[in-house]
T-cell receptor, first 113, second 113 residues
């Protein structure tokens, strides 16, 4: 079946530090890949996506590249801000499963001033 | 665009009572999803609909849970009777055409005492 594995958190960084959150997946075929962000008390918001191998999704300084050879979609940001503190979810959408998303366990990011 | 609207935001009830959660998807979206989020199990897909028809309800925990979508603009998730282990945040999400991202509501935090 389809699955997504994320690094466990919390990840604690100082402001302006470099961020990497690892994500690997298992799926049949070539799924679409997503990163969602959840701020306290809110629902999940789409952060970025990539629909095919070697695509790079980017938004708000975050980026992730769809790596078919390593089945990975790691999230990166060059300089984090306190406002980036949230829980980040990696997810895949298989092309044979409607629009259903399979989520990783989430990674909590805490950025200290 | 008002986004996905869920009600109530918070629900506190006693064990054995019936609970009904409500969702209004984004207008024009063909897919509607119900997810449950807990610390122990993360995000779990309970059920999803396509054009108001339930497609996959394999994630519904047991017969105490039921979901309906009587029309394109409204869905309910009902728990009867409720139990303390049902305490969680329940999210509704909708999406448009095939392979498009999901848009989440802000969730309903359910506490069963």
């Amino acid at each position: 079946g389809n699955s997504v594995t994320q690094m466990e958190g919390p990840v604690t960084l100082s402001e302006e530090a470099f961020l990497t959150i690892n994500c690997t997946y298992t799926a049949t075929g070539y799924p679409s890949l997503f990163w969602y962000v959840q701020y306290p008390g809110e629902g999940l918001q789409l952060l970025l996506k990539a629909t095919k191998a070697d695509d790079k999704g980017s938004n708000k300084g975050f980026e992730a590249t769809y790596r078919k050879e390593t089945t990975s979609f790691h999230l990166e940001k060059g300089s984090v801000q306190v406002s980036d503190s949230a829980v980040y979810f990696c997810a895949l959408q298989a092309h044979n499963a409607g629009n259903m998303l399979t989520f990783g366990g989430g990674t909590r990011l805490m950025v200290k001033p | 665009d008002a986004g996905v609207i869920q009600s109530p935001r918070h629900e506190v009830t006693e064990m054995g009572q019936e609970v009904t959660l409500r969702c209004k998807p984004i207008s024009g979206h063909d897919y509607l999803f119900w997810y449950r989020q807990t610390m122990m199990r993360g995000l779990e897909l309970l059920i999803y609909f396509n054009n108001n028809v339930p497609i996959d309800d394999s994630g519904m925990p047991e017969d105490r849970f039921s979901a309906k979508m009587p029309n394109a603009s409204f869905s309910t998730l009902k728990i009867q009777p409720s139990e303390p282990r049902d305490s969680a945040v329940y999210f509704c999400a909708s999406s448009g055409q095939y392979n498009s991202p999901l848009h989440f509501g802000n969730g309903t935090r359910l506490t069963v005492t």
